[in-house]
């Protein structure tokens, strides 16, 4: 990814390298891509190419070098966020530093024994997802499954006999 004098390969460069014809193609959209675009630009291009997709952010990088995990979680499923279901959404917050503050304030006033319940309910949320249960059936299953981290074949059949 770098040129012989050691500086940095330009997006036109290192697309061209990997047979991408991109003389027409604008360096990158202002201000983002088109929703579910490949080749609108050739930032979205590079991107899409598999050493890059698999490629850690430098958010991820840097927050696993101080030893921490780092878990993106999928956007818009607040159910599959343990931190979404605690008083944090209800408390007011204005700036960056108000939800900092908030958080922090939030967590340590949780008792561990709570955080893991709302865990085990994503877990079950995921759990009720991948057996293929959606909107409604997935929530019936969560609350169904309370003393399981997983959703269980028995509920499923129900579910089934119930729709069917
Ligand atoms: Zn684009």
Redesign the pocket.
């Known amino acids: 990814m770098t040129l012989p004098d050691g500086r940095p390969k330009g997006l036109q460069q290192v697309l061209e390298e990997r047979g991408f014809d991109v003389h027409n193609l604008?360096a990158?959209?202002t201000p983002?891509?088109?929703w579910e675009?490949t080749n609108?630009?050739m930032?979205?291009l590079l991107s899409q190419q598999e050493d890059f997709m698999n490629q850690p952010s430098m958010l991820e990088t840097f927050i696993k070098k101080t030893g921490h995990e780092c878990i993106f979680l999928p956007k818009f499923h607040c159910e599959l966020n343990p931190i979404e279901m605690y008083r944090y959404r209800e408390v007011p917050k204005k700036t960056f530093q108000d939800a900092k503050c908030c958080a922090k304030e939030q967590l340590d006033a949780c008792p561990t024994e709570v955080i893991r319940r709302f865990i085990n309910r994503s877990w079950r949320f995921m759990s009720a997802y991948r057996l293929g249960l959606t909107g409604k059936a997935a929530e019936w299953a969560v609350q169904k499954q309370k003393q399981h981290r997983q959703v269980s074949q028995r509920a499923m059949m129900s579910i089934e006999a119930a729709l069917g």
Do not use: I, L, T
């Open positions: 604008r990158k959209c983002v891509c088109p675009s609108c630009c930032a979205r």
